[in-house]
């Protein structure tokens, strides 16, 4: 089975698509393949076969999700099925001058971690001026799948291959992503 990395982004004014974009780009750069997807694009009973997602959201209202992630964060936090094999990451974005900071990522963070998913990189909340703190978490990420390539190319290739490879220094591997 051939998988891409999914970056799922809940947004209202931009800046989680955005960030999105440039962490699925970068991780294209390492060498596999990785699309930014809008969360109400995304079927939320889909997440059963992914095998390793990245969210980045935002908060809006008072602690609220952004309308496109609404469903998608009902959905963890309702009556979803159980999720071991997903590996996943969070970036909240916020303002750290509303009482319920970045809690839209908290939320996402704490109902994949009760579904059993495996947290593979620290959350990152990000206030106002995000950039900093991002470029944070986009290193955390690259790390993590730099480590995937490498692992992939000191073992054999009898591993399955749930990642499709694009160009780059681990092209022609396989990776368990
Ligand atoms: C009307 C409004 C409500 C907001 N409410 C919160 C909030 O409750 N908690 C928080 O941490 N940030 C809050 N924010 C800040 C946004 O999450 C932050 O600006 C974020 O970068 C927006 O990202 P987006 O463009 O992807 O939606 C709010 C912003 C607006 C405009």
Known sequence: MEQRIQVLFGTETGNAEYCA??????IGEVGLEAV???MEDFLPESLVD???????TSTHGNGDPPPNAAELLEHLQGGAQALPDLRYGVCG???SAFPYFAQCGKDFDAALE???AQRVVDRVDCDDDFDAEFAQF???VLNYVR???TDASDSNTSEPVTCSLMSGPGAGVTSSC
């Open 93 to 95: 974005l916020g303002d």
């Open 114 to 116: 009760r579904l059993g």
């Open 21 to 26: 974009e440039v962490l699925a780009g970068a």
């Open 36 to 38: 930014h997807v809008d």
């Open 50 to 56: 992914e095998s390793l997602v990245f969210i980045i």
């Open 147 to 149: 480590g995937l390539l």
């Open 138 to 140: 986009k290193e955390s």
